[in-house]
Structures are given as C-alpha cells and as structure tokens.
C-alpha cells in the first residue's frame, strides 16, 4: 500500500482482521478534502470499521480522530485531536464534545490522542492498562522517552511569552511531588509559588492544561497504582501514603478514573495480595 509520503507499507491482512482484534489502533491520517467538506466516509472505509466488535478497543492517533468522529464512535463523548485541527473537529461532529487542551481521552472503549508525540503518551497508557506501571516505565526508558508528560497539549500551543518567564511553576510542581502523602491545599502551592492564588492558578493552567488540583489527584493516584502493583501494602496503608487520607477517598478516585476498585486493580496485575492490615 503506498502512502502519501511516497513510501509502500506491507499489509499482512485484510480487514477479516479488525473481527477478531482486541485493539485496532488508527494510525494518524489526514482528514481528506471529501471528509472536510462533508463530514462522511469512504464506503470501504465505513464498510472496515464497521466490522470491528462492540467490545474492541478502538484508539485513534493524532487526526485520525476525524475517521472515528465520522463513523459515529465519538458521538456523545469526549475527544482530543491535534490542537490545530480541534476547532475543525468541533466545526464538523458538533454532537462531539473537543477537548484541546489534553493529550489523550480515554473513554473506555474508545480513546483518541492529540497530535505528534501525544500518540506515544497514549500508547504508553495502554500498556500502563493492560500489563502495570512497571513494564509502561520500563518500555518508556528503552524507547528513550518519558513514562508519564504531565500536562496538557495547551502548554506546546503557541503563545505570546509572558514578561515574567522567570516565575514558572515548576519548582511548586516538585515540591508537591515531594510531599504527596501531606494535606497540600491550592493555598498552600501558592504560597509556595510566591504567587496569589488567582495567579498561580493561572499559570499553572498556561503551563500544564490542567488545574493544580486536577493535577496533584493525578499524581497521587499514578502513584497509588505504582505501589498497588509493586508492594503489599494493604488499602489502609496506600491511601494516606499517597494523600487521600482514607482508602474511601482512593477507591472514589480509582473508580471514577479507572472503573474499578484498588483491589481489583492489583488483582489484574498479578501484584501481591497485602499480608497484613497495617
């Protein structure tokens, strides 16, 4: 199969295939002059997806969100694409619901990642699901890239530099890292940021694309998961080790975040079953 870039790639099988994946990954492709100006498909295109299963895994590359946005998988949830394409997505598939500002949604089932590098984040994140924290990082340090880019896709947008560059939040961000099992208020980081609460926030929406709250829950919890995967600490234990003071608290993040409980979650990765209560 030639591609627009002049180069032939070797296709081993038909689209039999999607029928039985459990994954079927979208690689990045342009939307084309045909879909832009209507919204619509290919009939060989339509007539491949749609012989994927109900229950397929289905994650779409960079701007091959629009080949899902108009076979109706992303009608109704939320979706990223390329920052550059998003306001064009949402021009198109209104009843789709763009966010520019991340580098992957996971929805489940069906994922979509922003442009370029943000392929790898979300690629990463699925090894993180399917096989640990542990082979997800190692995977990352043999590809030479990072295991987790905090963040959104926001902070890579360009903007006008702001005359004060010196005062990034940086410093708080690992600060906060440090100290993950202590009660860390929005206060608190900006006291730390030498910055009014209004200010910090606003930087650190500019530099990350996420709030400092939203970010801290997320930290804590890809932590949470690091130590359910490689320790047998029980419940009781991990939550306040991570900040959520009690495990109500973890098991309502892990469900809202990752569908199930902190105890099933080590269950599906083989970690070992804690020994003790405390």
Request: one cysteine or more; hydrophobic letters at 40%; charged letters at 25%.
């Given at each position: 199969?030639?591609?627009?870039?002049?180069?032939?790639?070797?296709?081993?099988?038909?689209?039999?295939?999607?029928?039985?994946?459990?994954?079927?990954?979208?690689?990045?492709?342009?939307?084309?002059?045909?879909?832009?100006?209507?919204?619509?498909?290919?009939?060989e295109l339509t007539a491949a997806l749609d012989r994927i299963g109900p229950r397929t895994r289905?994650?779409?590359?960079?701007?091959?969100?629009?080949?899902?946005?108009?076979?109706?998988?992303?009608?109704?949830?939320?979706?990223?694409?390329?920052?550059?394409?998003?306001?064009?997505?949402?021009?198109?598939?209104?009843?789709?619901?763009?966010?520019?500002?991340?580098?992957?949604?996971?929805?489940?089932?069906?994922?979509?990642?922003?442009?370029?590098?943000?392929?790898?984040?979300?690629?990463?994140?699925?090894?993180?699901?399917?096989?640990?924290?542990?082979?997800?990082?190692?995977?990352?340090?043999?590809?030479?890239?990072?295991?987790?880019?905090?963040?959104?896709?926001?902070?890579?947008?360009?903007?006008?530099?702001?005359?004060?560059?010196?005062?990034?939040?940086?410093?708080?961000?690992?600060?906060?890292?440090?100290?993950?099992?202590?009660?860390?208020?929005?206060?608190?980081?900006?006291?730390?940021?030498?910055m009014s609460v209004r200010t910090f926030t606003r930087r650190f929406r500019s530099e990350m694309?996420?709030?400092?709250?939203?970010?801290?829950?997320?930290?804590?919890?890809?932590?949470?998961?690091?130590?359910?995967?490689?320790?047998?600490?029980?419940?009781?234990?991990?939550?306040?080790?991570?900040?959520?003071?009690?495990?109500?608290?973890?098991?309502?993040?892990?469900?809202?975040?990752?569908?199930?409980?902190?105890?099933?979650?080590?269950?599906?990765?083989?970690?070992?079953?804690?020994?003790?209560?405390?």
């Amino acid at each position: 199969m030639r591609t627009h870039e002049d180069y032939r790639i070797v296709v081993d099988h038909d689209e039999s295939v999607l029928e039985t994946a459990h994954t079927v990954v979208l690689a990045t492709q342009e939307p084309g002059e045909h879909l832009l100006a209507t919204g619509k498909l290919p009939e060989e295109l339509t007539a491949a997806l749609d012989r994927i299963g109900p229950r397929t895994r289905i994650v779409s590359l960079c701007t091959s969100a629009f080949l899902l946005a108009a076979a109706g998988l992303l009608d109704g949830r939320r979706a990223t694409t390329h920052w550059a394409l998003c306001d064009a997505l949402a021009r198109l598939f209104p009843d789709v619901e763009i966010d520019p500002d991340v580098l992957f949604v996971d929805n489940g089932r069906i994922l979509t990642s922003a442009g370029g590098a943000a392929g790898i984040d979300l690629c990463l994140h699925l090894v993180r699901l399917d096989h640990g924290a542990a082979v997800a990082s190692a995977a990352a340090r043999r590809c030479v890239v990072a295991p987790w880019r905090e963040g959104g896709q926001v902070q890579f947008i360009e903007h006008p530099v702001p005359q004060d560059t010196d005062r990034s939040t940086s410093a708080t961000r690992q600060w906060a890292l440090d100290r993950l099992a202590e009660p860390i208020t929005l206060e608190d980081m900006a006291r730390h940021a030498h910055m009014s609460v209004r200010t910090f926030t606003r930087r650190f929406r500019s530099e990350m694309g996420s709030s400092p709250l939203k970010w801290l829950a997320q930290r804590r919890l890809v932590h949470a998961r690091l130590l359910l995967e490689s320790t047998d600490l029980p419940v009781a234990r991990i939550a306040p080790a991570c900040g959520f003071g009690d495990p109500v608290a973890l098991r309502k993040h892990f469900h809202t975040y990752l569908g199930l409980s902190p105890l099933a979650y080590r269950r599906a990765h083989n970690a070992p079953e804690p020994t003790t209560a405390w």
